[in-house]
């Protein structure tokens, strides 16, 4: 009977590009839905929700990583949330401050 070559397992491969390229979704707030792609040759990023379909696609470079992509989306998210809530509210960002002392020249 022949030994079975069993002692010296192969290393296991670090893969170290494997980001992360998941990410829980603003929409319909699935932890797991959205999923980043990046198209080198045409460089888009996409990140689409695989559970509302909502998706987002930007330009990307050599550095973009998914999560770049993904807090692009987020971003935007946040801006045309706000385009939205500000409804009649024209005073805002022009609200004057009151000039509170907070240190005491002493
Ligand atoms: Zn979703």
């Known amino acids: 009977m022949g030994k079975r070559k069993s002692r010296a397992k192969p290393a296991p491969k670090k ?23 990046l198209d080198m040759k045409n ?24 999560i770049d992509i993904y807090s692009e989306w987020i971003d935007e998210c946040e801006r045309v949330n706000n385009l939205e809530d500000d409804d009649g509210d024209q005073d805002e960002g022009f609200m004057p401050r009151k000039r509170v002392s907070t240190c005491d020249w002493d």
Do not use: Y
């Open 43 to 66: 460089l888009i990023g996409e990140a689409s929700c695989r559970i509302c379909q909502e998706s987002f696609s930007t330009v990307v470079t050599a550095l973009t990583e998914a």
């Open 15 to 37: 893969r170290m590009d494997k980001l992360d390229t998941v990410f829980s979704c603003p929409f319909c707030n699935h932890g797991t839905g959205v999923e980043c792609r």
